[in-house]
């Protein structure tokens, strides 16, 4: 059932900067030490059948999986659950692809129609648009266990945060900030990204008492925040050198 969209932009967040900078990383890089499967974690490699292309994009507490997959030169959205892969495809949608899933089994993505993108909740068997009032952009990003959503979205020529949560839009920018993305939510509603200010790119994250803190891997030309589980332990990755690399941040 294809349902309306969403509330309209009601609220903004007022946002403090906490001045505080997680430059300090308890680990950085993950390095793989030589050694047998038996003790290590494994790999496993997963291909929608038929498809030229697979990505997965968020994976939730019962190992649910989403993503998007390249069929025939189409995007599609996909959900991997119990060895079994089913095709998302927001209904008269030209594309899409799935985003972030929470342990609820609820879906966010986007979709495009008549070349213009939305985002979509998709919560048992109902797809809802998620387009934030005057935006000519709306990408949803994740969803936590209580059905908040984040993501980002574009007006003006500017790129913003959003936060969905009770069906109330909120924008979320980073103090001076030029480009504000969000990119991942924990069940304790804390929020990370990131954000370019004088032309610098760095992580962040949001508590959920309003405070930002900029997250930026020691060196890095461009650092981005990506997810944050409910110990408050961040996911993204970095560029040193020209290279991309994955980072995970502790905080004891």
């Given at each position: 059932?294809?349902?309306?969209?969403?509330?309209?932009?009601?609220?903004?967040?007022?946002?403090?900067?906490?001045?505080?900078?997680?430059?300090?990383?308890?680990?950085?890089?993950?390095?793989?030490?030589?050694?047998?499967?038996?003790?290590?974690?494994?790999?496993?490699?997963?291909?929608?059948?038929?498809?030229?292309?697979t990505l997965g994009q968020g994976i939730n507490d019962r190992g649910d999986m989403v993503g998007?997959?390249?069929?025939?030169?189409?995007?599609?959205?996909?959900?991997?659950?119990?060895?079994?892969?089913?095709?998302?495809?927001?209904?008269?949608?030209?594309?899409?692809?799935?985003?972030?899933?929470?342990?609820?089994?609820?879906?966010?993505?986007?979709?495009?129609?008549?070349?213009?993108?939305?985002?979509?909740?998709?919560?048992?068997?109902?797809?809802?648009?998620?387009?934030?009032?005057?935006?000519?952009?709306?990408?949803?990003?994740?969803?936590?266990?209580?059905?908040d959503i984040v993501g980002r979205y574009d007006s003006g020529g500017m790129t913003h945060g959003?936060?969905?949560?009770?069906?109330?839009?909120?924008?979320?920018?980073?103090?001076?900030?030029?480009?504000?993305?969000?990119?991942?939510?924990?069940?304790?509603?804390?929020?990370?990204?990131?954000?370019?200010?004088?032309?610098?790119?760095?992580?962040?994250?949001?508590?959920?008492?309003?405070?930002?803190?900029?997250?930026?891997?020691?060196?890095?030309?461009?650092?981005?925040?990506?997810?944050?589980?409910?110990?408050?332990?961040?996911?993204?990755?970095?560029?040193?050198?020209?290279?991309?690399?994955?980072?995970?941040?502790?905080?004891?």
């Amino acid at each position: 059932m294809h349902k309306s969209t969403l509330k309209p932009l009601t609220n903004s967040i007022v946002l403090r900067s906490s001045g505080l900078t997680l430059s300090a990383f308890a680990l950085v890089c993950l390095a793989v030490p030589n050694a047998s499967a038996s003790d290590q974690e494994t790999f496993t490699t997963i291909d929608v059948p038929g498809a030229s292309d697979t990505l997965g994009q968020g994976i939730n507490d019962r190992g649910d999986m989403v993503g998007q997959y390249l069929s025939n030169g189409v995007s599609h959205g996909f959900l991997l659950s119990g060895g079994s892969f089913t095709t998302i495809d927001f209904p008269g949608a030209t594309s899409g692809f799935a985003r972030g899933i929470n342990r609820h089994g609820d879906i966010v993505g986007v979709y495009v129609i008549d070349g213009v993108t939305h985002g979509y909740l998709l919560s048992g068997g109902e797809y809802s648009s998620i387009d934030v009032p005057g935006a000519s952009f709306t990408g949803p990003r994740d969803i936590n266990r209580r059905g908040d959503i984040v993501g980002r979205y574009d007006s003006g020529g500017m790129t913003h945060g959003f936060l969905l949560s009770n069906g109330n839009f909120s924008t979320i920018d980073f103090p001076g900030a030029t480009f504000t993305f969000c990119g991942g939510i924990n069940r304790s509603g804390d929020i990370v990204g990131r954000y370019t200010s004088q032309g610098v790119n760095q992580g962040f994250l949001l508590d959920d008492d309003g405070n930002f803190s900029t997250i930026d891997v020691p060196g890095a030309s461009f650092t981005s925040a990506i997810s944050i589980n409910r110990r408050g332990n961040v996911g993204g990755f970095y560029i040193l050198a020209g290279v991309n690399h994955g980072f995970l941040l502790e905080r004891r």
